[in-house]
């Protein structure tokens, strides 16, 4: 695959495409916050990867990290500052709360557009670079390793960006859950959410041994590391 | 903060990853066929640069539309191996495009003499045989078949080594609604599968396609109009600033109409006509088409490029063989490597009629 691509061959591109074009557009979506937006970083992604065929090395995993990189590269050229991104954000999550009332509606679906602003609101509290983080290894469920390969930044640097986004977004959750039936807190104006407290045995801390490890990609699922601190000193005693 | 909240670790992961498991939603129907096909189209377009293909702007209209892979690629993989081992190269992925058809060395032939007397007399002849061809209307939901077979020669350009190459002798069918919104192309030259793909699709920007001079249906053919003068008026308007010079363009909009359409016949003998009025059109008193058919020709040479496109006619019943491309002078620049007597193109028209559905073929008659 790798090999054809290299050559440039079409059939290879467009399994290439077919295999993640989907994966692409929701990241695009999470770091654009606009649907359309998200739509034209994905082909962009593709025909830059096309350009960018040559950089293909002969040996190597799954290329979607590689696609990854460059759709957060192209969907940052998508807004010069951190307040367009705001701005696209509160828009959409506007655009889906602003449903007519049909009676025939989906509760289920009703949720959705409920939980989706949320999530964007979430989402545009965050700077810039925390965002790129958490869409590539919580979205997309990159090992910290092949995000900071995707962003051409240090292992470390991304584990503290990880862990600064987290925080910020379960307090933001908190923030939500305290007014469960009214509309979804709003971003202040600049963006920040409140200061997360500084932690001893956060994920930062301990960049080393979060190499590898995958982030949760559904809520339903196990989450990685959830067991770690418990069963960590352990472990570690017997060393 | 209640302790649960402090205390970073499992209550953020989970946090972090349920918001964003919100945020996951598909592209809306077909956009992402819509997206595969631009990206099949600037990959095409691409490497057709790439090739520095002699014609890069005839090429294209020759061709007509390459609307991508619309197959899952599974499907051509699939077809692929099975025809693997059937002379054809499969995907040894050095650029040449087409997938499925055997390349080989750049096709030659002789260069027949052209002189400027005779033209409009054999132009007048052709037309009234072209007159007498008075096949029945296209009806809405029906299909123009046209079959025929083609090659060509090009530049291949490996890694910065450039030669000449061609795509050999094929055979390409495709169909047309009256409105040439909908179609299908089986052409081993464009097509990654066996079976060809549809043509019924939007164009890049999603719009449905409008015809026009450069890709008229047969609606559009059959509104032109049939007055010669009009005609070739309406032609150096609406090509104004394409081509290497505007006689060369008319000239050459008049063969791509003739090619691959089956306009009524009353606009077939005012195109004839109206290549007649057009400066620098000689005849060729020998010429081939692409299976092997001599005859005569109406052609026009390219200054700027040194190509010359002849159409070629049975020499007694002066029906309309083919067309094809000769390189008679030597080529400047990318295309210095194209000798004079180089084929750059070669097709013979088979077979046109109205059929009922894609993919439906008439009876062969003849």
């Known amino acids: 695959m790798r090999a054809r691509l290299r050559a440039g061959e079409p059939a290879a591109f467009a399994e290439l495409f077919d295999s993640y074009a989907r994966g692409v557009y929701h990241h695009a979506f999470r770091l654009t916050a606009d649907w359309s937006t998200a739509e034209d970083v994905m082909a962009t992604t593709f025909m830059e990867a096309w350009r960018l065929r040559h950089r293909i090395d002969s040996e190597g995993g799954s290329l979607r990290p590689w696609l990854l990189g460059i759709a957060t590269n192209t969907a940052r050229n998508q807004y010069r500052s951190n307040r367009s991104y705001r701005r696209a954000a509160l828009a959409t999550a506007a655009a889906e709360l602003n449903v007519p009332d049909h009676a025939e509606e989906v509760t289920e679906q009703i949720d959705d557009q409920r939980e989706l602003a949320v999530a964007l609101r979430a989402l545009a509290s965050l700077r810039r670079p925390e965002r790129e983080v958490i869409a590539l290894c919580v979205g997309e469920g990159l090992d910290y390793e092949a995000a900071a390969k995707a962003l051409g930044i240090p292992v470390g640097t991304v584990a503290s960006r990880l862990s600064r986004a987290r925080r910020k977004l379960r307090s933001l959750a908190d923030a939500e859950l305290a007014r469960p039936s009214g509309p979804p807190a709003a971003v202040t104006g600049d963006g920040r959410s409140p200061a997360p407290r500084p932690t001893r045995a956060g994920p930062a801390q301990r960049p080393e041994r979060s190499r590898g490890r995958r982030e949760a990609g559904d809520a339903g699922r196990q989450i990685p590391g959830d067991r770690i601190d418990t069963v960590r000193p352990a472990q570690e005693g017997n060393r | 903060m209640s302790a649960n909240t402090s205390r970073p670790g499992p209550g953020e992961w989970e946090e972090a990853a349920r918001l964003l498991s919100r945020t996951a939603r598909d592209l809306p129907p077909g956009r992402h066929e819509h997206h595969r096909e631009r990206l099949m189209a600037h990959i095409e377009q691409a490497q057709r640069t790439q090739e520095i293909s002699p014609r890069p702007e005839k090429a294209r209209r020759f061709r007509l539309v390459r609307p991508a892979i619309a197959l899952p690629a599974l499907a051509a993989a699939v077809a692929a191996a099975v025809i693997v081992g059937t002379a054809l190269t499969g995907g040894d992925g050095n650029g040449d495009g087409p997938r499925r058809l055997a390349t080989g060395p750049a096709l030659t032939t002789r260069i027949g003499a052209a002189s ?33 077979k083609a090659a060509d020669t090009f530049v291949k350009n490996v890694d910065g080594r450039v030669s000449l190459a061609s795509h050999a002798l094929h055979r390409r069918q495709v169909w047309y609604s009256p409105d040439g919104t909908k179609g299908w192309l089986i052409d081993p030259a464009v097509n990654d599968s066996p079976e060809g793909e549809t043509l019924s699709l939007p164009d890049e920007q999603g719009n449905t396609p409008v015809a026009g001079l450069n890709h008229p249906s047969y609606d559009y053919l059959a509104k032109l109009p049939t007055d010669p003068g009009a005609l070739l008026a309406k032609i150096y308007d609406e090509t104004r600033g394409q081509g290497n010079s505007p006689d060369q363009e008319a000239f050459t909009t008049i063969g791509d109409l003739l090619g691959e359409s089956y306009p009524p016949a009353a606009l077939t003998k005012a195109l004839f006509k109206a290549a ?38 049975d020499r007694t019943t002066h029906v309309f063989l083919g067309q094809r491309s000769v390189q008679v002078k030597r080529g400047r ?34």
């Open chain 2, 116 to 148: 400027p007397n005779g033209v409009g007399r054999l132009l007048d002849q052709v037309s009234l045989v072209a007159a007498k061809d008075d096949h029945p209307v296209l009806k809405a939901g029906q299909y123009v078949y046209i079959e025929s």
């Open chain 2, 333 to 366: 620049g990318a295309e210095e490597l194209v000798k004079p007597g180089t084929v750059l193109f070669t097709s013979a028209v088979l077979q046109r009629a109205i059929v009922d559905d894609v993919k439906q073929v008439p009876a062969r008659t003849s």
């Open chain 2, 276 to 313: 007649a009025r057009i400066p620098g059109v000689v005849t060729v008193n020998d010429a081939v088409d692409a299976v092997g058919r001599h005859g005569v020709a109406v052609a026009r040479l390219d200054e700027t490029s040194g190509e010359r496109e002849e159409w070629i006619f």
